[in-house]
């Protein structure tokens, strides 16, 4: 098959095409017949040298994609040969043929195309992972995003406010804050001009915090929540 791997650390330009043998389904995997791979910022780290893939992982990028399954594994009954899907990948995105788990495909959402449904999986798997089955966010609950005009940001703004909960974010500018505004987020604060943790007092603080931030932000989000 044709795949486009990382020649060496670099710009753009270091990805190139090569040949790669075909990948085989193992045990509750499946592989698909991809017709379009999702680029994350994983990806752009990983070409410029930043990221190294997880020990067993492959060394092509790509941790998304859509596409039709092509063949399946043992132990497999969800899926067969053909069906339209989207999954989330263990890297190798950047081919025309990749393995995953069977675990972590979906099909494709009613209406959208392979292209849009292959930008899915990276984002929706990491938040409904982290807010609701970690977080256990519940409708009515008041929720922070930190970076909220992030690929993870929006989305995380899009689903808690679908589910029923009351959406704040933080951004770093006027027009970032409108966006996640217009999303769903009851309140978008410009971390540049407001201090967070002070703003949402006035709300009684968080129930949950969704932050990609860290370091100085951890003792500032206990004290932003309820």
Not at 18 to 29: D, K, M, S, Y
Not at 168 to 193: M, P, V, W
Request: aromatic share 8%; hydrophobic share 40%; with cysteine.
């Amino acid at each position: 098959m044709t795949a486009v791997e990382i020649t060496a650390p670099g710009a753009p330009d270091v990805l190139q095409a090569t040949t790669r043998p075909r990948p085989r389904a193992a045990h509750g995997q499946v592989v698909i017949a991809l017709s379009y791979a999702g680029v994350n910022r994983p990806d752009a780290l990983q070409r410029a040298g930043l990221y190294n893939p997880p020990a067993g992982a492959s060394d092509l990028p790509g941790l998304e994609g859509a596409g039709h399954i092509a063949e399946v594994g043992s132990g497999v009954t969800e899926w067969a040969v053909g069906d339209e899907v989207c999954a989330l990948l263990p890297g190798g995105g950047y081919a025309e043929f990749v393995t995953t788990s069977a675990r972590h495909c979906l099909p494709v959402p009613r209406g959208m195309s392979l292209k849009q449904a292959a930008c899915l999986p990276e984002t929706y798997f990491t938040v409904y992972s982290n807010v609701f089955q970690r977080g256990a966010l519940q409708a009515g609950e008041k929720f922070l995003v930190h970076g909220g005009s992030s690929g993870i940001g929006t989305t995380a703004i899009q689903l808690a406010h679908l589910f029923g909960a009351r959406v704040f974010a933080t951004a770093g500018s006027e027009a970032k804050c409108q966006a996640c505004k217009d999303l769903g987020a009851e309140r978008a604060i410009n971390y540049r001009h407001e201090a967070f943790e002070e703003v949402l007092k006035a709300y009684g603080g968080m129930n949950l915090i969704l932050d990609m931030v860290g370091g100085s932000y951890i003792q500032r989000n206990l004290k932003a929540l309820a």
